[in-house]
C-alpha cells in the first residue's frame, strides 16, 4: 500500500505541536526547550569561559563545546548513560552547525560549553537539540550572525514529508524511508548541517530542500517568539 | 523591527531583537553589537535595540561578565603562586592579582597569609590584556572582605540592583542592617548576622528576577518591609 495518508493524520508538510520556552536552567548563563511533540530537549549555555585543559585553547578563537546526550529514560529501552558513538558524532556536528554562525574571535582561548539534553525522544532529536541550542546561545547573549533551525524532511514510500516521527523512521513498505535533517540559517538560509540516512534521487532532494526551507522559516517564528518572552506550548 | 512611524512618533522605546533580525532599515549607522548589510541595520545580540539619532545600538540584557579596565570586581582567590594570586571574577578570563599590587608589604613566602583560597577580595582591575586580566588592590575602599557571604547575579543585572543615585542598594543595607559590596562583574558580598544576610540576599535575587518590572524600589520596601523585627525592645 502506497503512503497516502501520514500515520499520526497530520499533512505532509505539517510539523508536530511545537512548545519553545527560554530560561529554564536558572544557573546556566542562556538556555531552552524546545519539542517537537513528543520529543523534548532542553539545551544549556555555558561561557565563554576558561578552557581546561590548555592545549585545547585556540590562541586565535574560542571554541564551542557541545555535549549532545539522550538520557535513560528518553526511550522505551533504557539508554546506556554516558557518550556513544551515535551522540559522539551528534554532538559534533552539532558544534560544527553552531561554530559556522557564533563570532568566535571576541574570546581566544575560551569555550562556550553547550549541553543539550533529551528528555523524551520520538525521532529528530538532533533537530530538536540544534534549534534548542541556538536559542540558548541568543539568550546566554553570545554574539552571533543569526540564529539556526532544523528540521528533519523524510521520504516515505514516495512521499516528501516535514518532521520525521518514529513511526515513519521505521515505515518499510514501498521504497521505505529516508531521512534527512537539514540545518539552515536564519537570515542567509544557508545550509550549516544536513545528513542523510536512506537514498533519495536528485530531483526529489531538491524537492525535500524546498519543504526544509519552509519549515524552518515557521520553527524560526516559535525560536523567535519565545526569546522573546513567550512560552509556547501547542499541545 | 523598529518601524517609520514609531521613529517619527519618537518612540525611542527599547525593542527586544534576536541574532540576525532586521531592526531598521534606511540612513542609519550600526553601533555595538549591529552590523550593516546594504540598507539594512542587523542584530548581532540578542538584546534591547535603541535608535538615537542615526546610530542603532543592541544594549545587551544577558550573558557573562566583559572585564573592562577600571572596573571594581569582586573576586574569590582560585590559586596562589609565587607572585601573586589567581582570582575567579566570572566571565572569560581569569585574573591575577599580582604581590606587586597588594597595598602592603607581603612576604613572598608566604602569600597566603594575606589572602588564601577561598577568600573574597574587592578589586580593580588595572588592564585588560589578550593574555589575561591584571587586577590591582591601590585605590580607596578595596581589599579583602572577611566573613559575609558572596551571591552572583547576572552583571547586566547590576545597575538595577544599585538603583538611581545607590537608592536601592541602601534601602536593602538599611532593612536589613548589613554590608553590601556590589561588583560591576554581578558577585555581590553581603556581611551582617544570619537573618538580615538571608533576607538580603533573597532581595537582591528578586531584583535580578524581575529587573524589567517598574515601580520595583516600591515591591522590594514591601517585601523588606512587613514586620520590623529589627527594633529595639
Given at each position: 500500500?502506497?503512503?497516502?495518508?501520514?500515520?499520526?493524520?497530520?499533512?505532509?508538510?505539517e510539523?508536530?505541536?511545537?512548545?519553545?520556552?527560554?530560561?529554564?536552567?536558572?544557573?546556566?548563563?542562556?538556555?531552552?526547550?524546545?519539542?517537537?511533540?513528543?520529543?523534548?530537549?532542553?539545551?544549556?549555555?555555558?561561557?565563554?569561559?576558561p578552557?581546561?585543559?590548555?592545549?585545547?585553547?585556540?590562541?586565535?578563537?574560542?571554541?564551542?563545546?557541545?555535549?549532545?546526550?539522550?538520557?535513560?529514560?528518553?526511550?522505551?529501552?533504557?539508554?546506556?548513560?554516558?557518550?556513544?558513538?551515535?551522540?559522539?558524532?551528534?554532538?559534533?556536528?552539532?558544534?560544527?552547525?553552531?561554530?559556522?554562525?557564533?563570532?568566535?574571535t571576541?574570546?581566544?582561548?575560551?569555550?562556550?560549553?553547550?549541553?543539550?539534553?533529551i528528555?523524551?525522544?520520538?525521532?529528530?532529536?538532533?533537530?530538536?537539540?540544534?534549534?534548542?541550542?541556538?536559542?540558548?546561545?541568543?539568550?546566554a547573549?553570545?554574539?552571533?550572525?543569526?540564529?539556526?533551525?532544523?528540521?528533519?524532511?523524510?521520504?516515505?514510500?514516495?512521499?516528501?514529508?516535514?518532521?520525521?516521527?518514529?513511526?515513519?523512521?521505521?515505515?518499510?513498505?514501498?521504497?521505505?524511508?529516508?531521512?534527512?535533517?537539514?540545518?539552515?540559517?536564519?537570515?542567509?538560509?544557508?545550509?550549516?548541517h544536513?545528513?542523510?540516512?536512506?537514498?533519495?534521487?536528485?530531483?526529489?532532494?531538491?524537492?525535500?530542500?524546498?519543504?526544509?526551507?519552509?519549515?524552518?522559516?515557521?520553527?524560526?517564528?516559535?525560536?523567535?517568539?519565545?526569546?522573546?518572552?513567550?512560552?509556547?506550548?501547542?499541545? | 523591527?523598529?518601524?517609520?512611524?514609531?521613529?517619527?512618533?519618537?518612540?525611542?522605546?527599547?525593542?527586544?531583537?534576536?541574532?540576525?533580525?532586521?531592526?531598521?532599515?534606511?540612513d542609519?549607522?550600526?553601533?555595538?553589537?549591529?552590523?550593516?548589510?546594504?540598507?539594512?541595520?542587523?542584530?548581532?545580540?540578542?538584546?534591547?535595540?535603541?535608535?538615537?539619532?542615526?546610530?542603532?545600538?543592541?544594549?545587551?540584557?544577558?550573558?557573562?561578565?566583559?572585564?573592562?579596565?577600571?572596573?571594581?570586581?569582586?573576586?574569590?582567590?582560585?590559586?596562589?603562586?609565587?607572585?601573586g594570586?589567581?582570582?575567579?571574577?566570572?566571565?572569560?578570563?581569569?585574573?591575577?592579582?599580582?604581590?606587586?599590587?597588594?597595598?602592603?608589604?607581603?612576604?613572598?613566602?608566604?602569600?597566603?597569609?594575606?589572602?588564601?583560597?577561598?577568600?573574597?577580595?574587592?578589586?580593580?582591575?588595572?588592564?585588560?590584556?589578550?593574555?589575561?586580566?591584571?587586577?590591582?588592590?591601590?585605590?580607596?575602599?578595596?581589599?579583602?572582605?572577611?566573613?559575609?557571604?558572596?551571591?552572583?547575579?547576572?552583571?547586566?543585572?547590576?545597575?538595577?540592583v544599585?538603583?538611581?543615585?545607590?537608592?536601592?542598594?541602601?534601602?536593602?543595607?538599611?532593612?536589613?542592617?548589613?554590608?553590601?559590596?556590589?561588583?560591576?562583574?554581578?558577585?555581590?558580598?553581603?556581611?551582617?548576622?544570619?537573618?538580615?544576610?538571608?533576607?538580603?540576599?533573597?532581595?537582591?535575587?528578586?531584583?535580578?528576577?524581575e529587573?524589567?518590572?517598574?515601580?520595583?524600589?516600591?515591591?522590594?520596601?514591601?517585601?523588606?518591609?512587613?514586620?520590623?523585627?529589627w527594633?529595639?525592645?
Amino acid at each position: 500500500m502506497a503512503y497516502t495518508k501520514r500515520l499520526d493524520g497530520r499533512k505532509f508538510d505539517e510539523l508536530r505541536p511545537i512548545k519553545a520556552e527560554v530560561g529554564v536552567i536558572p544557573n546556566a548563563d542562556g538556555s531552552a526547550l524546545f519539542a517537537f511533540g513528543e520529543t523534548l530537549v532542553i539545551a544549556a549555555v555555558y561561557g565563554p569561559r576558561p578552557l581546561h585543559p590548555a592545549h585545547m585553547q585556540e590562541p586565535d578563537r574560542g571554541i564551542i563545546r557541545c555535549e549532545y546526550n539522550m538520557l535513560p529514560f528518553s526511550v522505551s529501552e533504557r539508554a546506556r548513560p554516558g557518550p556513544s558513538r551515535r551522540s559522539k558524532e551528534i554532538s559534533m556536528i552539532t558544534a560544527n552547525a553552531l561554530s559556522s554562525i557564533v563570532d568566535l574571535t571576541r574570546f581566544p582561548g575560551t569555550v562556550i560549553d553547550v549541553q543539550i539534553l533529551i528528555i523524551q525522544a520520538n525521532a529528530s532529536t538532533r533537530c530538536a537539540g540544534i534549534n534548542a541550542a541556538s536559542m540558548a546561545l541568543a539568550h546566554a547573549g553570545i554574539v552571533m550572525k543569526e540564529l539556526v533551525s532544523s528540521v528533519s524532511i523524510g521520504k516515505i514510500d514516495d512521499k516528501i514529508v516535514v518532521d520525521v516521527d518514529k513511526k515513519e523512521e521505521d515505515y518499510s513498505d514501498g521504497e521505505g524511508s529516508t531521512d534527512i535533517p537539514f540545518t539552515l540559517t536564519s537570515r542567509s538560509k544557508s545550509i550549516v548541517h544536513l545528513q542523510l540516512d536512506g537514498k533519495i534521487p536528485l530531483k526529489r532532494f531538491k524537492e525535500a530542500f524546498l519543504a526544509a526551507k519552509t519549515a524552518c522559516e515557521k520553527i524560526l517564528k516559535y525560536q523567535e517568539r519565545a526569546l522573546k518572552g513567550e512560552k509556547i506550548n501547542e499541545n | 523591527m523598529i518601524t517609520e512611524k514609531e521613529i517619527a512618533e519618537e518612540k525611542t522605546e527599547r525593542k527586544l531583537v534576536v541574532p540576525g533580525e532586521l531592526i531598521v532599515s534606511g540612513d542609519y549607522l550600526p553601533g555595538d553589537f549591529t552590523r550593516k548589510e546594504g540598507n539594512d541595520i542587523i542584530a548581532n545580540r540578542y538584546g534591547l535595540a535603541e535608535i538615537s539619532g542615526r546610530f542603532v545600538k543592541i544594549i545587551p540584557v544577558s550573558g557573562v561578565y566583559e572585564p573592562r579596565r577600571g572596573n571594581t570586581v569582586i573576586g574569590r582567590v582560585n590559586d596562589i603562586n609565587f607572585s601573586g594570586w589567581i582570582i575567579d571574577i566570572g566571565g572569560p578570563y581569569s585574573a591575577f592579582l599580582s604581590i606587586m599590587e597588594s597595598p602592603r608589604f607581603i612576604n613572598k613566602m608566604n602569600l597566603d597569609e594575606f589572602a588564601s583560597v577561598g577568600d573574597v577580595l574587592d578589586l580593580k582591575i588595572n588592564t585588560v590584556k589578550k593574555g589575561g586580566i591584571d587586577l590591582t588592590l591601590k585605590s580607596k575602599g578595596l581589599g579583602k572582605l572577611d566573613g559575609g557571604r558572596l551571591i552572583k547575579i547576572n552583571p547586566h543585572k547590576v545597575p538595577r540592583v544599585i538603583g538611581r543615585g545607590g537608592s536601592m542598594i541602601n534601602l536593602i543595607k538599611e532593612k536589613t542592617r548589613t554590608d553590601i559590596t556590589v561588583g560591576q562583574n554581578g558577585f555581590i558580598w553581603i556581611n551582617g548576622d544570619l537573618e538580615g544576610e538571608k533576607k538580603a540576599e533573597e532581595a537582591v535575587n528578586l531584583i535580578a528576577q524581575e529587573a524589567t518590572t517598574e515601580g520595583l524600589t516600591d515591591k522590594i520596601e514591601k517585601f523588606l518591609g512587613g514586620k520590623d523585627k529589627w527594633e529595639v525592645h
